[in-house]
């Protein structure tokens, strides 16, 4: 016998049986195979004989470097005998079940697929076609297939859809034939030009035929008709004939059907494909109808609760519950308008964006007689009525509802900047020299030469670098102490004397927006009538004194060093409380000395206050404690407000000045009656009078609860199954401005949200204990639901309420990941706690419901709101309590920490405050510049105050991101300390510093923007003096210092992250952008010097919430407007960056696995100044090259380790999976998973199918 000329591999034997016996069948040609028909049956007879019986055969046949498969493909085209055939399709059907992945790789490579096809449309020509060779064609299909990209191109090419088709209609009896085809027939389904096809052809149908009631027979057979019907159902056209054809009910019947009979949930898999089935058929409008029409709800409602107590039926709950969701109806939110409630006209409007396309709407939101004119308009959010779903044909299991964030993410990289020219900084002066050296007023310090100054006198200040003039002689010159996480906040030392201090405004530079209207600033100072509020003495003797004005001194107790347990606090807070009372002269002072009181000078801690609740400011109804059980809360109007006495009732509240010393309650009320809001707010609210003193324990991210969004999601559906049980009371509207606290019987609780950095629009309870909020949107505009801040009253103690936020827009949240919401409970804070503290249970944000217009979305086609819900309860009776969605910071709390500030000046510290510019709602933009006092006035000791390098920083552009403030309060506590490394800073370094570049937005609770409704960090390319004034002089104030050549040596400023955790920078480098981007550079183009990640380095070594790996330095496209990459490119400041601070927590360093406080983000405002000083030492080496060899393996190991660094893509870092959050509701197991296999899987891992449930995606969050 001759030998084979097959190819063998090594280790093979080349006598092997098998190759000897494939050599014999290559060597029979086209013509021998068809006249030696004998040879060629016995032949492959003993190839599968061998093959069926040794392992080691089929080996051999598939190794590599073998040609056994192209040999026996070769006999299967050629053969045209029946037998034979099989014999071929026996042997190939044993070679792929084993090892079938990468086998049937090699079967699709070879070209085998079309040769099945082939011969599958030759052998149904014979008359009748062989029964045995149908079935062995569509079983190795069957297993083809999948592994097949363009197995449905093949079937539909070669005409094989038709072929199975008829089959399937021939032999609907045939069970053994049947199974192969409906394998076959789901496989070509998947393609949707087949799906689309096949419907036309009656499959559908066709199906429906197949599928039965439950039986215990043919259960294989049932569940691939149901994988066939789901596939066809993705086209939204077979969904329309699904409908049509009446059998959405049918569909449902037969759920209902196996869910009843299947006790033993044997059949798991035939329950889900049912629910696939509809959830298809509910991509489609028409689909949502038919399902609601059959009570579908009910249904699918009464079938999920019944299998919660199953883990193993999580796939179904998890399905069954997103078709609930899509198909619950899509309800606008119960406002007029999403357009916020309050209107502020705008000198002028936009030509384009969105505040133009806002104005050529009809108007809408609540009137200010003294801005607007504007009616209220009919309703803008309307849902669409298109016949798409959010959720398209496309998506299968892994339905994640982001579909539009998803395409972000994989087009990332698209938005990185690829422009050289863009890239390589260019300074641009952008306005002449002769209009930007008015700005030389604010730069006093570069020009001053102290002549006449007395520096021997440590009892005299200079009067030139500061514009509050004050005697020094008086000032303390203990220490500040640096604010740390590991140390309490300095306490006052109630034993020393008080030192006075005053605020004179004299002296202070403003430039005021040419054209920002003038009547508007004064607005609330005369409706209001602040100054009418007056304070009284309630000890033995009353005294009455008068809140003293900005002009009058005040009094500061020296500091002292802090105690060392928070038990201390506690004690000492709750000996020395007090408490006050506004009062208005005239009509509402109805109690006899009754009123506030506030300590004179040299008045004891001991003194006690009384407060009504909340203060009040100017002529508006005062709300009192009611005696007795009664409930805190807002009336409308004056009656009945008062006690039979005919006084109200009074609240002690404590002395908060021992533990914060830049905080003082009399001084925030003045500070609050220069402040101006659209509004008018006349109210304060507790928290921010009482002040925060942060808590001494540990506030860990919070564990999910496993199906705690599943929950939640049901007792959303029940709204719809069961709407007797719904309250649907409105409590709260902002909407009704005359009187927005709807009066009750006292079953429900109270809301406000009208004070200083407020945000609730409305309140509406749905059942007893259970409430929907709607936040306002930023003014002068319909987006941005996310900061929140607002006060309750009227809880029962040990009831747990729950609150849902239902207007939030983000697709997801770091709620979903450990943060929870913030409360201030008076109470507590009465009892030596003032505090904020993270509460809060069964947190979850999840798609709800609500949608709204295409108009009202900006053009996105019916996008929907998310739901952040929390649960959380109260402990104290008659309590008031405040909730936020972060720590809060109003402009007022700035105003007051800025004079608290100023009264530590020492004789060393350089410290000047002048107002920026006004901004449109006429508040004042603070700028201030601080650094150290020359030793002397000699030459030398004024040029090196001269020279020193300019550090520029600024913070709060977003309004709700409160943590810049904090982190900033912390800078500027660090820059005015008399520690050594703080003096060291301040002589390295002139600061000029903006710590509130939006003050308007802060004050009325807008989340982003201005009342221009922008986005004011959008604006940096070319601001609007009118529109944008803070930012329009911040930027000239930066091209003033490029013109004089004294460009600043780091610009930073400071943010809040919403979607990551830690604390991290952006910056800019040509480098890196280059590196993650295709374009090609020369190495010229990549000249760059490194020092640009020298801070964040340093940072990351000193701060333990800053994160190194976090920070990013691409330029992208569509950050080309914000501050950090125009100072970069236009100021040509190297080291320009934004800090990004997290709004939840940690999960790297010390702080892993804690929520961020505000002692953190004060720490790490203050280690900000000490990598500066580490800074400064480290550029001061005369040797560079070991700071730029270290920054250079820095950018090596990152290039390695992120692979997409770009901003977007980073800007959530939760691993997939990670934590147990079954955000779509929508199980990704496999439909097609043998049941046996998947019930194994559930017993070895029971938090499998948690995960699997759960998805998460990466979002963007601009900055």
Not at 270 to 293: M, P, Q, Y
Request: some cysteine; charged content about 25%.
């Amino acid at each position: 016998m001759n030998k084979p000329k097959m190819a063998t591999e090594k280790g093979v034997p080349s006598n092997s049986r098998v190759l000897m016996l494939l050599g014999q069948l290559e060597r029979m040609n086209g013509e021998a195979m068809v006249r030696d028909v004998e040879t060629a049956r016995q032949i492959t007879a003993k190839i599968f004989h061998l093959i069926q019986t040794q392992e080691k055969s089929g080996k051999e046949v598939m190794s590599k470097g073998s040609s056994g498969m192209e040999v026996i493909l070769a006999s299967l085209e050629n053969t045209r005998d029946v037998q034979t055939t099989l014999n071929i399709l026996y042997i190939l059907s044993e070679l792929l079940t084993v090892g079938r992945g990468r086998r049937v790789g090699v079967f699709v490579s070879k070209g085998g697929t079309g040769i099945l096809f082939q011969i599958l449309i030759t052998a149904i020509k014979e008359l009748p076609p062989s029964e045995e060779l149908m079935l062995q064609l569509h079983s190795l299909l069957a297993k083809v297939g999948p592994k097949d990209r363009k197995f449905g191109v093949k079937a539909r090419l070669s005409g094989a859809l038709n072929v199975t088709v008829n089959l399937i209609k021939q032999n609907l009896q045939n069970t053994k034939l049947l199974l192969p085809c409906l394998q076959v027939l789901r496989v070509y389904s998947t393609n949707s030009v087949n799906a689309i096809s096949l419907g036309k052809n009656g499959v559908v149908e066709l199906m429906f035929k197949i599928v039965a009631p439950y039986s215990k027979k043919n259960t294989s057979l049932l569940k691939v008709a149901l994988d066939a019907l789901g596939a066809l159902l993705k086209s939204k056209t077979n969904a329309r004939r699904a409908v049509d054809g009446g059998h959405v009910p049918v569909l449902l019947a037969l759920y209902q059907d196996w869910h009843r009979n299947d006790t033993r949930h044997r059949h798991m898999l035939i329950r889900k494909g049912l629910l696939v089935c509809l959830r298809n058929i509910t991509n489609i409008k028409l689909g949502r109808k038919a399902f609601l029409d059959a009570d579908g709800m009910r249904i699918l409602y009464n079938s999920s609760t019944e299998c919660l107590p199953v883990r193993t039926l999580d796939p179904l709950v998890n399905t069954s519950s997103l078709i609930m969701r899509k198909c619950f109806p899509k309800n606008r939110l119960p406002l007029p308008t999403i357009k916020s409630a309050f209107q502020y006209q705008l000198p002028h409007v936009p030509s384009v964006g969105p505040v133009a396309q806002l104005y050529s709407q009809p108007p809408g939101g609540r009137k200010i007689p003294q801005l607007c004119d504007r009616p209220l308009m009919k309703v803008d959010d309307v849902v669409d009525e298109s016949d798409d779903n959010e959720e398209t044909d496309a998506d299968t299991e892994n339905d994640t509802e982001n579909d539009e964030d998803e395409k972000d993410q994989r087009t990332a990289n698209d938005d990185i900047e690829t422009d050289l020219n863009k890239l390589h900084p260019k300074k641009n002066p952008g306005r002449p020299f002769e209009e930007l050296r008015a700005y030389e007023r604010f730069f006093l310090e570069l020009s001053e030469d102290f002549q006449g100054y007395n520096f021997e006198s440590s009892k005299s200040a200079s009067t030139t670098s500061s514009s509050f003039s004050s005697s020094a002689s008086t000032r303390s010159t203990r220490p500040i102490i640096v604010p740390t996480a590991q140390a309490l906040s300095p306490k006052l030392d109630p034993k020393s004397g008080s030192q006075g201090y005053c605020n004179p405004t004299k002296g202070q530079h403003t430039l005021p927006s040419p054209t920002v209207p003038t009547p508007t600033p004064p607005a609330p100072l005369t409706p209001l009538e602040l100054d009418t509020i007056h304070l009284t003495k309630d000890q033995d003797k009353k005294e009455e004194a008068r809140i003293p004005s900005p002009e009058t001194c005040t009094t500061l107790s020296p500091l002292a060093t802090p105690p060392s347990q928070g038990q201390m606090i506690e004690r000492d807070l709750a000996h020395v409380l007090e408490c006050v009372s506004l009062e208005e002269e005239g009509p509402l002072n109805t109690g006899e000395g009754g009123g506030r009181e506030v300590k004179q000078e040299g008045s004891t801690v001991n003194a006690t206050r009384h407060i009504q609740s909340p203060l009040l400011l100017g002529g508006i109804a005062t709300r009192r404690v009611g005696g007795g059980g009664s409930n805190w809360g807002s009336d409308c109007g004056s009656e009945g407000a008062e006690d039979e006495g005919g006084e109200g009732a009074v609240l002690e509240v404590p002395d908060t000045a021992l533990l914060l010393p830049l905080h003082d309650p009399d001084l925030y009320v003045e500070m609050v009656k220069g402040t101006h809001s659209v509004p008018q707010y006349a109210e304060v609210a507790y928290p921010d009078y009482f002040g925060h003193v942060a808590p001494t324990f540990r506030e860990p991210l919070q564990e999910r609860v496993y199906g705690v969004q599943r929950s939640k999601i049901f007792q959303d559906t029940e709204r719809l199954i069961h709407p007797n049980d719904i309250v649907d009371k409105v409590v709260y509207d902002l909407d009704i401005p005359s009187c927005p606290v709807i009066e009750d019987d006292g079953e429900s609780l109270k809301f406000n949200s009208q004070f200083e950095s407020g945000n609730l629009r409305k309140a509406v309870q749905i059942r007893k204990y259970e409430y929907d909020l709607v936040l306002n949107s930023d003014i002068n505009s319909n987006h941005y639901h996310q900061w929140f801040y607002f006060e309750v009253s009227g809880m029962r103690v040990g009831t747990t309420y729950r609150f849902n936020i239902i207007n939030s827009e983000k697709s997801n949240s770091q709620f979903n990941y450990g943060m929870q919401v913030l409360m201030y409970s008076v109470q507590e804070a009465i009892s030596g706690r003032p505090r904020w503290v993270r509460t809060g249970t069964d947190i979850c944000y999840y798609k709800n419901h609500f949608a709204r217009s295409s108009i009202a979305a900006g053009g996105q086609k019916g996008k929907s709101y998310y739901t952040m819900t929390f649960s959380t309860s109260f402990s104290h009776k008659d309590d008031v309590c405040y909730f936020a969605y972060h720590y809060p910071y109003t402009y007022s709390t700035l105003k007051m920490h800025l004079t608290k500030l100023e009264a530590l000046r020492t004789p060393q510290i350089y410290l000047r405050q002048d107002v920026l510019c006004k901004t449109l709602g006429g508040n004042s933009c603070p700028l201030l510049t601080i650094t150290a006092m020359p030793e002397s006035n000699s030459n030398d000791h004024i040029c090196q105050f001269r020279n020193r390098p300019l550090i520029f920083l600024s913070a709060r552009v977003h309004p709700g991101e409160t943590n810049a403030s904090w982190v900033m309060k912390g800078t500027l506590e660090f820059l005015m300390s008399t520690s050594p490394l703080a003096a060291s800073l301040r002589e390295a370094y002139i600061f000029k510093i903006i710590p509130m570049l939006n003050p308007d937005g802060v004050v009325n609770g807008n989340h982003r923007c201005s009342l221009s409704g922008e986005d004011l960090n959008r604006q940096w390319q070319n601001p609007n003096p009118e529109l944008h004034p803070t930012i329009y002089h911040t930027k000239s104030l930066l091209q003033y210092l490029a013109h004089i050549q004294r460009a600043p040596l780091v610009f930073c400023d400071y943010h809040g992250h919403s979607r990551k955790k830690n604390v991290f920078m952006y910056g800019c480098s040509v480098k890196e952008t280059v590196w993650q981007s295709n374009i090609s550079a020369t190495s010229s183009d990549l000249q760059e010097d490194l020092g640009y990640r020298a801070l964040p380095k340093i940072l990351s070594q000193i701060a333990p919430a800053f994160s190194m790996a976090s920070c990013s330095f691409v330029v992208e496209r569509s950050k080309e407007s914000t501050a950090r990459v125009v100072v970069w490119r236009e100021i040509g400041v190297q080291c320009s960056y934004t800090m990004e601070s997290t709004l939840c927590g940690c999960d790297q360093g010390k702080y892993k696995g804690l929520q961020i406080g505000t002692r953190e983000l004060e720490e790490m405002g203050a280690q900000f100044c000490v990598a500066l000083l580490r800074l400064k030492r480290l550029t001061g080496l005369r040797n560079h090259q070991h700071l730029l060899d270290l920054e250079s393996d820095i950018i090596g190991t990152q290039a390695k380790v992120v692979s997409s660094p770009t901003t977007y893509v980073m800007e959530e870092d939760e691993p997939p999976f990670l934590e147990p959050i079954d955000y779509s509701a929508e199980s990704n197991d496999e439909d097609a998973e043998p049941e046996n296999e998947h019930a194994a899987e559930v017993q070895g891992n029971p938090d499998h199918l948690d995960q699997l449930s759960d998805s998460e995606t990466n979002h963007r969050d601009q900055r």
